[in-house]
């Protein structure tokens, strides 16, 4: 496979995770960074053995050089530079949420089709064994019909001047952290007869219209129920999954793989296993997949109508709960 060129959007936190380690792995190379402050861009690039700075983000999306735009800014500004980037014909690795709303995702999509350039929602998760167990448990029986989805999200508080807390940027624990929960909801929602649809909300507001917590029950067609339980102010990383079936149950300690617990335990009637999925990285998993598809087209598991419809549930999720969209 020929190295993807890969120009990275800001010098965030995420960024170390989500691409430099995955790149360094699996040979790509990370030919670019552009940030708001070039002496943060000068950092990243030294610490990160990334090839160029470049003095702003037009100029990295411009670039004949970049083939792929990893977007991890701001939610407030994914989607106005990853149409930027396609406008460009450039692919696009976004990180989640893919828009601040439902309607600004459609816009994304739209132009992504017109000028049919790929673009990918991070939800890394979605590649690890872990996840695809989960599902494999589901597809052939083993634990019979779903009945009930539960996903808790909670991780420790961000600085006061984090963009997270800010409803400028898009941000609030279901735009962070509860879009996993959402999302995991939806892809389940094969097992269990179609999508899910939210029936209850319950926001803490950190600021006027910003959830530091939000709790959302939601149920499927079948009549299947979840609940995904959200916090941006615990004292700790919880980022679990339990499936509840009519033949036995599923629990992964850390579906995405936040702190590298990768066991799953299995409840049926002929007793409880535990299994573990391996440790490699899954945003590693999730940029081999990316790679792929731009070498071969092999297809991504995830596209952009499922991410429109997913900002689609987060708006319902802030309806319910009395808040504003972003």
Known sequence: ?????????????????????????????????????RGRAETFAQTYGVERVLDSYE???????????????ANAFHAPWNR????????VLTEKPFARNAAEAELVRRLARERDVPIMEGFHYLFHPIIRRIFE?????????????????????PKPDDPRWSLDLAGGAVM????????????????????????TARA???SPGVDEACDIDLVFPSGATGSSINS?????FEMTLRLVGDRGEAFAYDYPLQSGDDRITITTDTGTVVEHL?????????????????????????????????????????????????
């Open 1 to 37: 496979m020929t190295p993807l060129r890969i120009g990275v959007l800001g010098a965030s936190r995420i960024a170390e995770l989500a691409i430099v380690k995955p790149a360094q792995i699996l040979g790509h190379r990370l030919v670019a960074v552009a940030a708001r402050d």
């Open 59 to 73: 100029a990295l999306i411009a670039d004949p050089e970049v083939d792929v735009v990893y977007n991890p800014l």
């Open 84 to 91: 930027k980037a396609i406008e460009a014909g450039k692919a």
């Open 137 to 157: 448990l589901l597809a052939d029986g083993t634990l019979g019909d779903l009945q009930r989805v539960e996903v808790v999200m909670r991780m420790p508080e």
């Open 176 to 199: 962070d952290i509860g879009c996993y929960g959402l999302h995991v909801h939806r892809q389940l929602g094969r097992f269990a007869g179609g999508e899910p649809a939210v029936v």
């Open 204 to 206: 803490v507001e950190r």
């Open 232 to 236: 941006m102010t615990s004292d700790r």
């Open 278 to 326: 391996g440790t490699r990285s899954t945003y590693t998993y999730q940029l081999d997949a990316f790679a792929q598809h731009l070498a071969d087209g092999t297809a991504f598991p995830i596209d952009v109508d499922d991410a429109v419809t997913t900002m689609e549930l987060v708006d319902s999720v802030y309806r319910a709960a009395g808040l504003p969209l972003r």
